[in-house]
């Protein structure tokens, strides 16, 4: 589902559902990202799978991580890459495969549940799971490669995946609904622009929310102090670093 339709709220309720049932270690949940990770209250992927593997511990670190583990929950699966979700899945594998039994299965036996959209931000440097050039016109280097059969794999692993549930209900903006369809519109590439009714125009609407424009259009929410906890887009990191200085301090002083 697109964000706003209540997919963490879903992780949140399995994890709950199963504390009550005395089963809370059973669950990892990861992200493959920090800020993304916390956000759900889980872990790197990378360090439940202590990836890169020249920089991980050893198989019993891994095999600690993984005792008595069922459930997986990889959120924003949309920046796992093909070749990632392969070593993933073959690291599960090293640390279950004690029995003998469960190196050979995807995961090495471990339920995966995947959340995220496709329309958000995609893999670094790799191929996405769902990558047409990668499956159905495979450079001639791929099945040599290591990188390119690892990839192949993933995106075989990928296609076991056999249940979809799709949340289309926009819980975080059902208040908003022109709003909500904005969001809808711009997500995947298309804008309503009318030279003649302005409240239609996306452009315009969107040029509302630049920061020297808001006490222009709605000078009842000024000063910019009321957007304390908004967050605020920029189009240089050096921007970017000077406003983040300023409100870790800010922060840090709120609080004392």
Not at 20 to 29: A, I, P, Q, Y
Not at 148 to 161: C, P, Q, S, T
Request: charged letters at 20%; a positive charge.
């Amino acid at each position: 589902g697109v964000g706003g339709t209540g997919k963490s709220h879903v992780v949140n309720a399995i994890l709950t559902l199963f504390e009550r049932l005395g089963r809370r270690h059973e669950v990892k949940v990861s992200a493959p990202t920090g800020a993304a990770a916390i956000l759900i209250g889980g872990y790197t992927i990378h360090s439940l799978t202590l990836l890169p593997k020249r920089d991980g511990g050893s198989l019993q670190d891994l095999m600690f991580i993984w005792q008595g583990v069922r459930y997986l929950i990889i959120d924003e699966v949309s920046m796992i890459g093909a070749k990632l979700l392969h070593e993933i899945s073959a690291r599960i594998q090293h640390a279950k495969g004690v029995n003998g039994v469960a190196e050979d299965l995807p995961f090495g036996g471990v339920h995966v549940i995947f959340t995220g959209d496709f329309g958000q931000l995609k893999p670094v440097r790799e191929k996405a799971l769902f990558s047409h050039d990668l499956v159905h016109h495979p450079q001639l280097g791929t099945g040599i490669q290591p990188e390119g059969v690892d990839a192949l794999k993933g995106a075989y692993l990928w296609r076991l995946v056999k249940t979809v549930v799709l949340l289309e209900k926009n819980q975080r903006q059902q208040g908003d609904h022109e709003y909500a369809n904005l969001l809808s519109r711009v997500r995947i590439g298309e804008s309503e622009r009318s030279f003649e009714a302005r409240e239609s125009d996306d452009y315009a609407t969107l040029q509302t929310r630049i920061l020297h424009n808001i006490p222009q259009e709605t000078p009842a929410i000024h000063p910019v102090s009321n957007y304390g906890e908004v967050p605020v887009i920029v189009g240089r990191r050096a921007v970017r670093d000077l406003l983040n200085r300023r409100i870790l301090a800010h922060h840090a002083c709120h609080i004392g």
